[in-house]
């Protein structure tokens, strides 16, 4: 599950018993060598449609972590590719990590929470990875709400997510049994860590995102296996 070069148990450990922030601050160095940190693959599968070299004007990165989606947007892009994360550890550790990545637009790196994202109508293209089980549902509306408002007329917002699986699949109750404790986690003790699974799954995520006045695609079957299951949503202002 995790690389020889990744976190320890104990250093995990010490994570989860912090906030987020301070966790990600933590956890930045290790990040890559992590089962958290999107594959390549699913970045690349969920973008390829987003257009040629160059067809983009200014993306924005929600919750970019060390900037593995940065590297796949910075070819795209003409003019800046923006990372934002609540954790300036996850900023720093970007900052190294995209330098040499091919293309010419500028990056730039902003220290935010992502339910008050700082932007009006500033760009063409909006992603977001890994990042929506760090959101509690009552605050997903906060975090569309201002994709939506960030968002230039005619801009896109592209991410992963899943359909709702079935009760009958095993990996459906190991996912409400690990949401449970981390409930009973955060009951008792602060500051809480928030971290859910079935999260801003596709029919939520849709009415969210509709509500907004975003029209929403739902992409199956563009996924590389073993990641067949997850399907890419791109949702574009109107």
């Given at each position: 599950m995790?690389?020889r ?14 906030s987020?922030?301070q966790g990600?601050?933590?956890?930045a ?29 200014a ?8 900037g593995?989606?940065?590297r796949?947007l910075?070819?795209l892009?003409?003019?800046?590719v ?7 550890g ?5 900052r190294q ?16 929470d992502a339910?008050e ?7 063409d293209?909006?992603?977001s990875?890994?990042?929506?089980g760090?959101?509690v549902?009552?605050d997903?509306?906060?975090?569309v709400?201002g994709i939506a408002?960030a ?5 896109r ?16 109750w ?5 949401n449970?404790?981390?409930?009973v986690r955060?009951a008792l003790?602060?500051p809480?860590?928030?971290m ?10 849709r ?9 929403v ?7 590389p296996?073993p990641?067949?299951?997850l399907?890419?949503v791109?949702?574009?202002?109107r």
């Open positions: 995790f690389h070069d990744g976190p320890t148990l104990r250093e995990l450990a010490r994570q989860a018993l912090t987020v922030e990600y601050d933590l956890l160095p290790k990040f890559e060598h992590t089962p958290f940190r999107t594959p390549d693959p699913v970045l690349k599968a969920a973008l390829a449609r987003v257009g040629p070299p160059g067809s983009v004007g993306a924005l990165d929600v919750c970019c972590g060390t593995a989606a940065m796949v910075r070819p892009c003409r003019e800046r923006v990372g934002f994360d609540l954790s300036q996850m900023l720093d550790e970007a990590r995209v330098a040499e990545a091919p293309g010419t637009a500028a990056f730039d790196f902003v220290r935010g339910r994202l700082p932007f009006d109508a500033a760009f293209l909006i992603t990875f890994g990042a929506f760090h959101i549902e009552e997903e509306p906060r975090l709400r408002r968002l230039k007329p005619g801009g917002f592209v991410f992963v997510t899943g359909q709702p699986p079935s009760a009958l699949n095993p990996g459906y190991v996912a409400k049994g690990f449970a404790a981390m409930r955060n003790w602060k809480p860590f928030v859910y699974y079935l999260t801003f799954l596709v029919p939520r995520a009415a969210l995102l509709e509500a907004e006045g975003l029209d695609e739902v992409r199956e079957g563009d996924m296996e990641f067949g299951r399907v890419t791109i949702a574009t202002k």
